[in-house]
Antibody, heavy 122, light 107 residues
Framework: QVQLVDSGGGVVQPGRSLRLSCAASGFSFSRYGMDWVRQAPGQGLEWVASISYNGGRKLYADSVRGRFTISRDNSKNTVYLQMNSLRAEDTAVYFC???????????????WGQGTVVTVSS | DIQMTQSPSSLSASVGDTVTITCRASQDIRYHLGWYQQKPGKAPERLIYGASSLQGAFPSRFSGSGSGTEFTLTISSLQPEDFATYFCQQHFSYPPTFGQGTKLEIK
């Protein structure tokens, strides 16, 4: 069955960097777009970034553009989120999510990782 | 960006009740609206896609309807495992945007 395992979270000081990973299994990883979605403590869901099946298209939320970079390694079935210049407002649980691939203009997420906690604090 | 407004933000109901949650989009998104269920400490789970297509292992007491700018999620004959937080999300265009969530609690 489909499994997404998020890792790499932790406590980091403002201005520092962190790289999240999401290891995928149970489906043809190289055929699907992948995304990161975050949830601040006690808050709703916020889309962060998307990467197409082959890595050729990358999209970012305004709040992270220029600071975060999404990438993927289809040989390792893994998607990454490099987070630089972290701010207190980036504190959240970060989920990787698989695009269902229904062909709509926007993604719908049919599977999610368990989430990894990022805390930005001095 | 398309704004999604979900109501109510919280809802108290009893086992066996029927409840309805509403999601409004700031512009026409046709039928490109999905719903997720999230339980505390867990990732969201897909519930409904395309406004009305029930997903995964969810039972038929869950139903979705609507098109354009107004959508509803109805849960009939509430069961104890249904008490959770529900989010809508438009999949019409980028960036995908979510409603603020509805926390369904036991009365």
């Amino acid at each position: 069955q489909v499994q997404l395992v998020d890792s790499g979270g932790g406590v980091v000081q403002p201005g520092r960097s962190l790289r999240l990973s999401c290891a995928a299994s149970g489906f043809s990883f190289s055929r699907y777009g992948m995304d990161w979605v975050r949830q601040a403590p006690g808050q709703g869901l916020e889309w962060v970034a998307s990467i197409s099946y082959n890595g050729g298209r990358k999209l970012y939320a305004d709040s992270v553009r220029g600071r975060f970079t999404i990438s993927r390694d289809n040989s390792k079935n893994t998607v990454y989120l490099q987070m630089n210049s972290l701010r207190a407002e980036d504190t959240a649980v970060y989920f990787c999510a698989k695009d269902a691939g229904y062909g709509d203009a926007g993604p719908f997420f049919d599977h999610w990782g368990q989430g990894t906690v990022v805390t930005v604090s001095s | 960006d398309i704004q999604m407004t979900q109501s109510p933000s919280s809802l108290s109901a009893s086992v066996g009740d029927t409840v309805t949650i509403t999601c409004r989009a700031s512009q026409d998104i046709r039928y490109h609206l999905g719903w997720y269920q999230q339980k505390p400490g867990k990732a969201p789970e897909r519930l409904i896609y395309g406004a009305s297509s029930l997903q995964g292992a969810f039972p038929s007491r869950f139903s979705g309807s609507g098109s354009g700018t107004e959508f509803t999620l109805t849960i009939s004959s509430l069961q104890p495992e249904d008490f959770a937080t529900y989010f809508c999300q438009q999949h019409f265009s980028y960036p995908p945007t979510f409603g603020q969530g509805t926390k369904l609690e036991i009365k």
